[in-house]
């Protein structure tokens, strides 16, 4: 990693901050965001910058980050385009390392807003400074506690997943995705209009970042292809990346252009030349952000082989068919395997794969018939499908107005049980290494951040069928990919 990159890490673990543009008034970002770096737990110091104010928010304000006593690692900018050139002398002057620039009014605008970014990174780089931006909504680091970003009051807990995107709503809603998985982030960038660091960039530095294990980003447009893709392929040798890419018709190209400035590609030639370079692409934002959690504590499929187990024998066949249009095979098992999952199963189990569990409820055969496939070694990852009981809300009144009897709380206390049992089962992959994937669309909304120490402690439970076809797709073609180039 050359030694501007290695400048990122004053962004992401900065030991105090400038925040210039500091402000008190509910409606600027000078307040929303320096009001998240404090809210959000960060240690440093933070020095707000404001010539018109002796203080800001309980902390002492000077009037030019010159003022500023002792070294500044990061800066933080929320003043008007133009005012930005000329903090920039006092931030080089200073020994800035690294800056953020919020502030949008740069090449998205034109011409104009062209030069005048193109005379941002000219400064920058000749005083030694990264600049993150701009034209973006922040960053964060939830393992350093840092959330310097526009999100009011969202601290998303500490995980392994790094995220990269042009847009700062999209990666929200990526986080978003990545929490409802019971997971959290290493890192976080908007990288807006990617004046000087590029999304390729942040992938190199979070190859190196021991505490992400797979990216996921939202990209609208490259610069320079080549070096595009010389860059990946080096990442997708240790760590996977997945791609959710905007301005793919010809009214999301001209939408992109006048949001961050993107250029335009084929999205043909992109997909393709990602694809070759071992990128796994996704196709919506909900798509992207669980492909991504599915990497996160899992092992990866040594091929495409898959076995499948079901509570309900449609389910299996909807599971069956669209493993099958994934490119994925449904394994053909063995008289041998068939006969030992005989020995668990009723009389009226009718033997192949799917496994169909016929409606049972006992969760006692599920571990032994899930241990038989993954050690059969005929499958490379198994998929267990629970059927869940879909519930209205007022049921009991319904229930108990009518004369029947409220049995609500027996499936209360077996989704419980469910998410409990989930564990074991993931404690017997890990200790195997085939992995599992366990699907359900009838299961309760988990809240990750409302317990941030829950974040990657949890199994993984896809929301649907589909979603997890999709996983064990992705990640064959991962492993696939990193076998070859060896």
Same mark, same amino acid.
């Given at each position: 990693m050359?030694?501007?990159?290695?400048? +990122?890490?004053?962004?992401?673990?900065?030991?105090?901050?400038?925040?210039?543009?500091?402000?008190?008034?509910?409606?600027?970002?000078?307040?929303?965001?320096?009001?998240?770096?404090?809210?959000?737990?960060?240690?440093?110091?933070?020095?707000?910058?404001?010539?018109?104010?002796?203080?800001?928010?309980?902390? !002492?304000?000077?009037?030019?980050?010159?003022?500023?006593?002792?070294e500044v690692? +990061?800066?933080?900018?929320?003043?008007?385009?133009?005012?930005?050139?000329?903090?920039?002398?006092? #931030?080089?002057? !200073?020994?800035?390392?690294?800056?953020?620039?919020?502030?949008?009014?740069? !090449?998205?605008?034109?011409?104009?807003?062209?030069? +005048? *970014?193109?005379?941002?990174?000219? !400064?920058?780089?000749?005083?030694?400074?990264?600049?993150?931006?701009?034209? #973006?909504?922040?960053?964060?680091?939830p393992g350093n506690n840092l959330y310097s970003w526009m999100p009011i009051l969202y601290h998303p807990p500490h995980g392994r997943i790094g995220f990269v995107s042009q847009s700062g709503n999209i990666l929200n809603m990526l986080i978003g995705h990545v929490i409802a998985s019971g997971l959290g982030v290493s890192k976080g960038v908007s990288s807006g209009n990617e004046a000087d660091i590029k999304t390729e960039d942040y992938f190199s530095y979070l190859a190196e970042d021991p505490?992400?294990?797979?990216?996921?980003?939202?990209?609208?447009?490259?610069?320079?292809?080549?070096?595009?893709?010389?860059?990946?392929?080096?990442?997708?040798?240790?760590?996977?990346?997945?791609?959710?890419?905007?301005?793919?018709?010809?009214?999301?190209?001209?939408?992109?252009?006048?949001?961050?400035?993107?250029?335009?590609v084929s999205e043909r030639l992109f997909e393709a030349a990602c694809r070759q370079a071992g990128i796994v692409i996704a196709q919506t934002i909900e798509e992207a952000g669980i492909i991504a959690a599915s990497f996160v504590n899992r092992p990866l499929p040594r091929g495409k082989r898959i076995g499948i187990i079901t509570g309900g024998g449609g389910l299996g066949v909807i599971a069956a068919d669209f493993c099958t249009e994934e490119g994925l095979e449904v394994a053909e098992l063995s008289p041998g395997t068939l006969a030992e999952l005989g020995g668990l199963l009723p009389d009226w189990w009718v033997p192949g794969n799917p496994v169909d569990l016929v409606a049972g409820l006992n969760f006692t055969i599920i571990k032994p018939v899930i241990e038989i496939l993954m050690k059969s070694g005929e499958v490379d990852s198994v998929?267990?499908?629970?059927?869940?009981?879909?519930?209205? *809300?007022?049921?009991?009144?319904?229930?108990?107005?009518?004369?029947?009897?409220?049995?609500?709380?027996?499936?209360?206390?077996?989704?419980?049980?469910?998410?409990?049992?989930?564990?074991? +089962?993931?404690?017997?992959? *890990?200790?195997?290494?085939?992995?599992?994937?366990?699907?359900?669309?009838?299961?309760?909304? *988990?809240?990750?951040?409302?317990?941030?120490?829950?974040?990657?402690?949890?199994?993984?439970?896809?929301?649907?069928?589909?979603?997890? #076809?999709?996983a064990i797709s992705a990640m064959a073609a991962y492993y696939e990919h990193r076998e070859l180039q060896g």
């Open positions: 050359d030694t501007r990159l290695k400048n +990122l890490d004053y962004a992401f673990n900065p030991r105090n901050i400038a925040f210039v543009g500091a402000s008190e008034a509910l409606t600027k970002w000078g307040f929303l965001i320096l009001n998240n770096i404090l809210t959000g737990g960060y240690e440093g110091t933070i020095y707000p910058v404001n010539p018109g104010r002796e203080s800001i928010l309980g902390l !002492k304000a000077y009037p030019s980050v010159r003022d500023i006593p002792g690692d +990061l800066a933080v900018f929320t003043v008007p385009a133009r005012r930005i050139i000329g903090t920039m002398d006092d #931030c080089i002057a !200073k020994g800035v390392k690294a800056g953020v620039v919020i502030t949008a009014g740069f !090449k998205e605008l034109g011409e104009d807003g062209a030069e +005048l *970014q193109t005379e941002l990174v000219k !400064k920058g780089r000749e005083g030694g400074m990264v600049l993150i931006g701009p034209n #973006c909504q922040g960053i964060c680091c505490d992400t294990d797979v990216i996921v980003s939202y990209m609208e447009g490259v610069n320079d292809g080549r070096r595009f893709i010389n860059r990946v392929r080096s990442v997708t040798r240790r760590k996977p990346i997945v791609v959710l890419k905007g301005g793919r018709t010809r009214s999301g190209v001209s939408a992109a252009k006048s949001h961050t400035g993107a250029m335009a998929m267990f499908l629970w059927i869940g009981a879909p519930r209205r *809300q007022g049921a009991k009144d319904i229930v108990t107005s009518g004369g029947g009897k409220d049995i609500s709380g027996v499936w209360d206390m077996m989704d419980q049980h469910f998410y409990g049992f989930s564990g074991e +089962l993931y404690e017997l992959m *890990q200790e195997l290494q085939v992995p599992l994937y366990i699907a359900t669309s009838l299961r309760p909304e *988990q809240n990750m951040e409302d317990d941030p120490r829950a974040a990657d402690s949890q199994p993984l439970i896809f929301p649907s069928v589909e979603s997890a #076809c999709r």
